[in-house]
């Protein structure tokens, strides 16, 4: 149960949850970029068994809709593409894409329902974990916090851990759960990278809500 704030507390989750609003989605939509090359490890194993040509064919008709800003052939292209190789990494990788699509967009539904599908996908369990974090950001963004943190909670690669628990502070602060934000911050810092800037994005976070990772005390 988390404790009363008092106003200086209170002023730093404000902080922190206005940040969150202003580049929360946006830090979100750069971890696939982040995450490309354990994503394209898997893709590249796979590939080698044997894509489908066709597979292949289709993603691209989607990639090219998406730059003309053609939706309905961006809809027909994802949907035959589900359909049809619904357990082929292209089908994800599309579902990633399209749902970056249509948010931007302002679909929002369409934009879970894409990310949604691929999350149920356990084809390239790197892609499924990038769906999860978005569609986390999103589900907060609406309010609905215990859905997006149960998404976080679930199995997930070790690379993947660090991420889903910088995320989950995020959600906690914005419900002002101080004390459990901090243990998810904590819980991130320990497992990024420390040569990363993400890592130093973590501390930021963690020193707003007046603690020092580095040795776990109480900033005064």
Partial sequence: MATPLDLEE???????????????????WTLIAVLSGFASWNFYQYWQRGK???ASALFEEVDKSIKLGDMTKVERSVSDLQKGYESTVYAQQAGLLVSKYYYEAGKVDAAKAALAWVVEKPTDSGYQSIAKLRLSGMLAEEGA?????????SALPPEFIGLAQDRKGDILVLQGLKPEAIVAYTEAYKLTDERTEYRRLVEVKLNSLGVNPANGALIK
């Fill in 52 to 54: 489908s040509a066709q």
């Fill in 145 to 153: 916090y215990a859905e997006a943190i149960k998404l976080l909670d």
């Fill in 10 to 28: 209170q002023e730093q989750l404000d902080q922190l949850k206005h940040f969150w609003k202003q580049y929360g989605n946006a830090i979100t």
